[in-house]
């Protein structure tokens, strides 16, 4: 009696165990960073560097932190600097590859861009150090919001700045989508770049970052059954060739001999949204370049309307929020096919 009462108890335990587990596993991920309402800064601004001009979009495909200060400054800018230092360090090299750092002095009357240069290269040697005329950075600051304040000299004519010690990140579409404030800790910030590269920010994070300055990420309703189950449907149907992580096949931007390509990624590097929702369902109904040996093959015989609905959600859901702005335009306002969603998700 004894014994089974205690073996009862023990399945009990086991049993908690294994929901508090799952509970845990099942945790979406939690940046350290705020995630910020995407804010395109202003492409046509130019700052100055020791290389000659350059703007955000000299840096498409990566993920630029942003930095503001002055190379006066005693002790809140080496210490972020060599925070980040330390943060990149954790990154694979080719994580690290997507990513570059750029000093911006607000303080152009003092910072050469000589001395900036080797300012900035104390910290790491592809570090960038820039700055521009006064409406230069006006532009930039007003444009993400940054703050400084430069302080009027004492009798010999030092001054300081005061200015926001936050560490700024423009995703690789030339939004600004995440700060780090000033007490994030490296490891944070590496655990954060890496989730950043490797998966980006996903939807729900987003929505809960706010209203964004384009409305129509609402029209983009991702509905959370449909996207579970097109997860499934996905890794059946479409894994084997673009890849458990929607990745593709390396190499797919160089098309074959006889002009086909190899699968492209569907997720987060993708091209294609910029294609139609229309376009999309197409491909999978219809298939591409069936008669050459390598070729995306037709479902439309396997897989119903529904089923590619989900695969899509799926696949939207791995998409970046500027992506999904973008493309919501050419998205259809409902979900392609019904049946309607029986649970609203909360935008
Ligand atoms: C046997 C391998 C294979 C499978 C399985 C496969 N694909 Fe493809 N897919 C390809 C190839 C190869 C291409 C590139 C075709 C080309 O451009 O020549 C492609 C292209 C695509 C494109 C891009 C079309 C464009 O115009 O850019 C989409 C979207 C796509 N596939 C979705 C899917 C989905 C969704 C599934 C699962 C239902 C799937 N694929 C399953 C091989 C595959």
Redo the contacts with the bound molecule.
Sequence with gaps: MNKKRTLILTGIALLLIAVIVGVVLNQPYKFHGFIVPPVQHDNHVFLRTQDGPMNLTTYHDKYVLLYFGYTYCPDVCPTSLAKLKTALAELTDKQRKQVQVIFVSVDPDRDTLEKLNEYAKLFGTDFIGATGTRTEIDLVTESLGVEYKINPPDENGNYSVDHSANTYVIDPMGYLVMMWSHDTLAEEIAEDLTYLIETGIPVDQQLLAGPTPTSVICSLTLIPEFVESGQG??EH??????GVDLGG?PG?RT??AD??????P?GIS???WQ?TEA??IE??KQ???LN?P????A?EST?SDEE?NS??QY?YSKWSINQKNYYAGNLTQTPMFSPAPTSTPTP
């Design positions: 449907l996905y149907n479409c894994a084997q060739c673009h096949i797919w098309p074959l002009g086909s390509h190899l699968a492209p569907l993708s091209v294609i294609k376009e999309l491909t999978i298939g591409k370049n050459k390598i070729h995306m093959p479902f897989l590619i695969i899509l696949i």
